[in-house]
């Protein structure tokens, strides 16, 4: 039986919905970078990029607690585990962007 948290939600539902919004929370701030700064060589050196994914993953708390995740149970490794899957998907998302040359 499925051990269920203070949210309501089961903690297979709870791990599913923090991973999902995390990766694509990351590929919409690699979009997002894309559409901003461009897919040039000059977009590609600048850390104005990082930025969009600083935004991204500060919107992503208030979106999780709408969602109904309680966000106060969150530990040091939960924290770190968003901004890591994020991050990740920002970067390949963003790289494979800039690596083609094409504005999503």
Not at 36 to 57: D, I, K, N, W
Not at 82 to 87: K, L
Not at 95 to 103: P, R, Y
């Amino acid at each position: 039986m499925a051990t269920e948290t203070a949210s309501g939600l089961s903690d297979h539902v709870r791990g599913v919905t923090v991973t999902t919004l995390a990766c694509v929370g990351g590929i919409v701030a690699a979009i997002a970078s894309a559409q901003l700064f461009g897919v040039t060589e000059a977009a590609a050196t600048s850390t104005q990029p990082f930025l969009v994914l600083a935004v991204v993953l500060f919107v992503q708390y208030p979106l999780l607690k709408l969602i109904g995740i309680d966000i106060q149970e969150f530990g040091i490794k939960d924290n770190l585990y968003v901004g890591f899957m994020t991050f990740t998907f920002w970067f390949i998302s963003y790289a494979v962007l800039l690596s083609t040359g094409t504005g999503a």
